[in-house]
């Protein structure tokens, strides 16, 4: 098997996004890096850890040592079967190397094989430091309920460490089975529409089991999450309990501190794996046939009846950056269609909560002008979703990037940089704030504030998502990343979006932090504190738009 | 049309991929670029077009310098690069209506345009399905129908046979002949020494950055008596190869 590792060993340095090594960028790019750790994956995993430890001594209580961790390992198992079915697809069948790798004399178990270990590594590294936040959590939950370090053993630290990088297993494995499957079941149809549909299948899938699961409960409230923990109802977890039967063994082996079990764990994570490699032996190869063979209708053209009508250059930019968004896969779920997220959510989270004291004093507070804190919070919150959802769509900080190796086409085109620059603003901007506008809408149906309000919310969603579309770009642009094997690895190996994402969180929690203490350490009244963020974001837009496309457009000038 | 004077490119901070490169092509030439892999053709033909800055020199394409008046410049050129697989999401058409807005080609001149050369290179049938399911040739053929849509007087094409059936190349060869004629120029790189030899009224060959050898054909064949192109073109090549290692 030594082809798998020579490929594994390829496909992990094509991976590497290139950075700067020298100068400015090279020191911009390494405080990115440390900003990044500080803002997203500390906080991430400490949240993490901090609900772990908070709901496994509220279910050991209850005599439920493992509960808690046992659901929390479920919905990151569902997480990564739902995500990581599009980039199973993709790297199996999809990727650019593959009309070149099946030429050269490797087997496709050997192939499938290598390209699994690969993705298997590349997405499961955040992953893999989540999970051992559950557990540090769990361990901590453990001391402070039995109050007593022995309980928990050696085996149980083992299983914890062994569970942090096998738990994602089972889900990729899933994910690759169900890729060749399906891949082998529709040989005959040889549309890639219905392939790139199934992910979004399996998320509706699981989002309406979860929501129907609490459906008899009275909505989901943490109250009505470990109660139906405890008494094992939950029609969800039920079902990840045998899809993802891995962790009720783990989950047990621990309890138990059993050696066999553990053992047993181990095997049935192998086991998949197996599987895996044996239907990969006999559908892997088949699936790539189908795979090359795949394409829409061929429509017979009339040239005498196509559209060719002149349309401006800003225009005709703007149409090429949409067209290209909506009809690749990976760019319009991860860019366009994330942005439902917001509305639908707040949708959601008003309407599931509904029952929750916390909620229904939060709604009460705000309608009443003696408690402007409340109001307060609302201003935050607008302001903290505005900065990370335009940062999580990812559609300024790969701007640059999703151009690929064609990148030089922004260089030859007699159009002025700043005309395609603009394009692309305007393009993140498009896909950004009708999303961010309709969940002020569905927020003022739940909280009934006034149109003025509304106005002054969705114009601080407007600035705050200027400031971070400029920023992403100029991130993007400084170094973008546009040598890769597929459309999706522009996103997921760009280290650019995950470094905006970072600077996002960090200056929506320092403004938010700051306008917090003016209110609660100043005589200032909130309409006063109103004014002051609007000025302040007002004037942080002028400058990102005046200085920041100074800088993109110099950036763009060096690309090639 | 086309003046390079004394062009230089250096990657990093030591890789000098082009040294000093001048030449000049004039009204009605058509001049092969000519080099084994890595010369330097590809860094001078970004050079020319806006894609790289030189370190030094300067290119000046139909009497506009790329760096000092760059739109102007673009809008004097077609260019073709040697990777076609640009915007794969677009259909064939939409990509060449994308260039002809970019170039501002009103509606009623791209339309017979669009029509004579995607029937002259065969591709009217597929213009209507996205580029990511075309041949690499059919690709190729459309990069060509797109850059010269606007009609430029200066052609810039990167290997643009490269891909191409017997039929389309024939016909990009005899739209070159066609384009010079009508007092134009036509810059090319290529690695097959009888399109240069056949079409060609100048030929440049570049190795290691450096330009070795500008003139025409016959004057090249004359100083190499009894010998064909390929094997003057294989001997300059490694006499200057060796030279350089002797230096």
Sequence with gaps: ???????????????????????????????????????????????????????????????????????????MSVFSLVFGLFVIFNVLY??????????LPITPTELLAAKFRHTYFAESLMEFLVILSMFIGYFIACVSNYQTIRSFGLISILLALIGTFVTPLLPLVYCAIISM?????????????????????????????????????????VNNYIESLLAENNLFFRICNILFFTVPLLCKAMEAESLLLALLYLIANVIPVCLMLLIGKYLYQEGLYTAASLGSSHKQADVNKLNMKLTSVFSACFHKELKVLLRTKAYSNNCVYINLLWPIGVFLFFSLSSKNENVQRFRELYGNP?????????MLIVIAVSFIASALNTLASTAFSREGAHVDLIKYIPVPYSTQ????????????????????????????????????YALTAL??????????????????????????????????????????????????????LLFELTPASLSAVTILVLVILTIASILAITFGRRIIIDNMKELY | MISAKNLTMIYGTDHKAVDDVSF???????????????????????????????????????????????????????????????????????????????????????????????????????????MREYSHGMRQKLMVIAALIHEPPVWILDEPMTGLDPSAAFELKQMMREHAAKGNCVLFSTHVLEVAEKLCDHIMIINHGRSIYQGTVEELEASYPGKDLESVFLELISYKKSDETEA
């Design chain 2, 24 to 130: 000049e092509i004039g009204k009605g030439e058509i001049v092969g670029f000519a080099g084994p892999n890595g010369a330097g053709k590809t860094t001078v033909i970004k050079m020319l077009t806006g894609i790289l800055k030189p370190v030094s020199g300067s290119a000046v394409i139909n009497g506009y310098d790329i760096v000092k008046e760059p739109l102007k410049a673009k809008s004097s050129f077609a260019y073709v690069s040697d990777n076609p697989d640009v915007l794969l999401q677009l259909t064939g058409l939409e990509y060449i209506n994308f260039i002809a807005d970019v170039y501002k080609v009103p509606t009623e001149e791209r339309a017979p345009r669009i029509k004579e050369f995607s029937e002259r290179f065969a591709i009217a049938d597929a213009l209507d399905t996205p």
């Design chain 1, 463 to 516: 600035l705050a998502m200027t400031i971070c579309i400029v920023t992403g770009l100029a991130m993007d642009s400084a170094a973008p990343y546009t040598v890769w094997s597929d459309e999706y690895s522009a996103l997921r190996g760009n280290l650019n979006s995950f470094f905006n994402m970072a600077v996002s969180m960090l200056v929506a929690f320092l403004l938010c932090a700051l306008i917090f």
């Design chain 1, 1 to 75: 098997m030594s082809n798998v590792k020579y490929l594994f060993n390829i496909y992990n340095k094509n991976f590497e996004m290139p950075l700067p090594k020298k100068g400015f960028k090279a020191t911009a790019y390494t405080a990115l890096a440390i900003i990044a750790i500080t803002c997203i994956i500390v906080p991430c995993c400490l949240i993490v850890g901090f609900i772990t430890n908070i709901m496994s001594q509220a279910m050991m209580l209850e005599g439920s040592k493992t509960g808690a961790l046992m659901s929390e390992i479920h919905i």
């Design chain 1, 94 to 103: 999809f990727s650019s190397d593959r009309e070149h790798l099946v030429t």
């Design chain 1, 181 to 221: 499957l399906l891949m082998a079941l529709l040989k005959n149809v040889k549309n890639a529409k219905i392939f790139s549909h199934v992910s979004d299948f399996f998320l509706l899938l699981f989002v309406g089991l979860f929501l129907l699961s609490f459906k008899d409960s009275g909505g989901i409230t």
């Design chain 1, 421 to 456: 620059l603009n394009a692309k603003i305007l393009t993140a901007i498009v896909f950004t704030y009708p999303s961010l506008l309709l969940s002020i809408v569905v927020a003022s149906y739940f909280l009934n504030f006034d149109f003025l309000t509304g106005l002054t």
């Design chain 1, 370 to 378: 003696s408690y402007p804190r409340a109001a307060l919070i609302m």
